[in-house]
């Protein structure tokens, strides 16, 4: 019997390559057995590119799926019914803080700190969290996409600040890291100390992991509710 399929939808190949470490890891092996994990990989971040909206995000996030089912695994069209679900990974980048934290600095576009953003333009960094916090709403609300079942899971501030404490990596710097990390998820016990640690992970329901996010400065903070997705399939995580 052929496996079925989770799709994870992730905003670039590194955080394909770290998530696909992770299920690889040692504490999924049964899981892994169990389902066959592919990728969409949206080149960006989906809740701030031009023309998305939270109006047709839901609509744009089937055409994603159609396209996928579309390309076969590997060349026969993939039906609705041979995927178990869908999962969207989400980098936060502050959205939720005040807009007064938002500030002016000598900087490259968003350069991310505990409590603020500094950015040279920030009337466009408030814009953009206005319409990324609106786009998160809307797929908060999104629990199907064809009849499969659809969640959203968050990164903050990032991907790199939740593996590897950094906010504002570069891109060498993540590239590296990406590479090395199926290493290190082999030889130590990264999982444990990132999306375990009880300093990191949420641990509390879906719903209310959302609802923490978006608290004052908490999407600028280390924090992630990804653990929630891998629940009871992880083998001992403790």
């Known amino acids: 019997m052929q496996k079925k399929f989770i799709l994870f939808i992730v905003e670039g190949n590194n955080d394909k390559k770290e998530i696909t470490a992770m299920l690889h890891s040692q504490y999924f092996a049964q899981y892994k057995n169990k389902y ?27 055409s994603i799926f159609l396209d996928w ?29 005040p807009k007064e ?21 920030p ?28 969640s959203i899971y968050f990164l903050s501030c990032n991907m790199d600040h939740v593996l590897f404490d ?23 016990d990264i999982l444990q100390k990132t ?5 990191i992970a949420a641990q509390n329901t879906y719903e209310e992991s959302w609802g923490d996010i978006q608290d004052n400065h908490k999407s600028l903070g280390r924090y992630t509710n990804f653990n929630l997705f891998f629940g009871d399939k992880a083998k001992n995580p403790k």
């Open 36 to 62: 066959q994990f592919e990728f969409y990989d949206l080149r960006g971040d989906i809740t701030s590119k031009e023309g998305i909206t939270d109006k047709n995000i839901q609509g744009k996030l089937n």
């Open 195 to 199: 999306i375990f640690s009880p300093s």
């Open 69 to 97: 089912r579309e390309r076969g695994i590997p060349f026969n069209r993939i039906k609705p019914c041979d995927v178990q679900e869908i999962v969207h990974i989400i980098d936060m980048d502050g959205v939720f803080i």
């Open 166 to 188: 950094e906010r504002n990596p570069s891109q060498q710097y993540k590239d590296n890291k990406a590479r090395s990390f199926p290493l290190l998820c082999l030889k130590t």
């Open 123 to 150: 009337s466009n960094a408030i814009g953009r969290n206005n319409k990324k916090s609106k786009i998160i709403k809307k797929l908060l609300t999104v629990s199907q996409i064809d009849g499969v079942p659809y």
């Open 101 to 121: 934290d938002i500030e002016y600095g000598d900087v490259g576009r968003f350069y991310y700190e505990e409590k603020r953003i500094l950015s040279y333009n």
